[in-house]
T-cell receptor, first 114, second 114 residues
Framework: GESVGLHLPTLSVQEGDNSIINCAYSNSASDYFIWYKQESGKGPQFIIDIRSNMDKRQGQRVTVLLNKTVKHLSLQIAATQPGDSAVYFCAENIGDTGRRALTFGSGTRLQVQP | DSGVTQTPKHLITATGQRVTLRCSPRSGDLSVYWYQQSLDQGLQFLIQYYNGEERAKGNILERFSAQQFPDLHSELNLSSLELGDSALYFC?????????????FGPGTRLTVL
């Protein structure tokens, strides 16, 4: 498959370890945040979302934390597996009816070592 | 499989030419979004349609246009192509195009302009 973002920051972890991927956002008006996973040659795949009135949300093996004070978002993946290897993007949506699109971060490549 | 389909998967053409990319949203989704993904720009929002009408515009060039048909499929037309238009083009769909509706992405069309 094709490579996305050849010069992305890379996080390398051992299989079974926990992974933490970080994202900083710039717009304090953003009120909805999403994490997407993109595997080589595929489109972004929804992982988990969080609204700005929450600090934490948990899914299956994933947790998203939101710190609005410092405009920081993180994705925690528990017991990382080789299938988790991909590029991870955070995206934000500003609560403005005139703008309904997602603004994506530049992405982080997660490499899981067996 | 997100349920969003895009054709063609790959497209190779020459500068100055015109191409049409096609997207079929998930069953029941009324809103379609187009994004461009290049190595140096990341994922950029181009345009959104809801039930046949344009709803939001992003960084879409004047040489590009799109439409959503009564059967809800969408086409993105790219004309007077330049080398810099080479990229992955993704379509996403959501139920109603709301600010917090999850967007599901298709597999993308890889456009190469020679």
């Amino acid at each position: 498959g094709e490579s996305v973002g050849l010069h992305l920051p890379t996080l390398s972890v051992q299989e079974g370890d926990n992974s933490i991927i970080n994202c900083a956002y710039s717009n304090s008006a953003s009120d909805y945040f999403i994490w997407y996973k993109q595997e080589s040659g595929k489109g972004p795949q929804f992982i988990i979302d969080i609204r700005s009135n929450m600090d934490k949300r948990q899914g299956q093996r994933v947790t998203v934390l939101l710190n609005k004070t410092v405009k920081h978002l993180s994705l925690q993946i528990a017991a990382t597996q080789p299938g988790d290897s991909a590029v991870y993007f955070c995206a934000e949506n500003i609560g403005d009816t005139g703008r309904r699109a997602l603004t994506f971060g530049s992405g982080t490549r997660l490499q899981v070592q067996p | 499989d997100s349920g969003v389909t895009q054709t063609p998967k790959h497209l190779i053409t020459a500068t100055g030419q015109r191409v049409t990319l096609r997207c079929s949203p998930r069953s029941g989704d009324l809103s379609v979004y187009w994004y461009q993904q290049s190595l140096d720009q990341g994922l950029q929002f181009l345009i959104q349609y809801y039930n046949g009408e344009e709803r939001a515009k992003g960084n879409i060039l004047e040489r590009f246009s799109a439409q959503q048909f009564p059967d809800l499929h969408s086409e993105l037309n790219l004309s007077s192509l330049e080398l810099g238009d080479s990229a992955l083009y993704f379509c996403a769909s959501s139920v109603a195009g709301g600010l917090r509706d999850t967007q599901y992405f298709g597999p993308g069309t890889r456009l190469t302009v020679l």
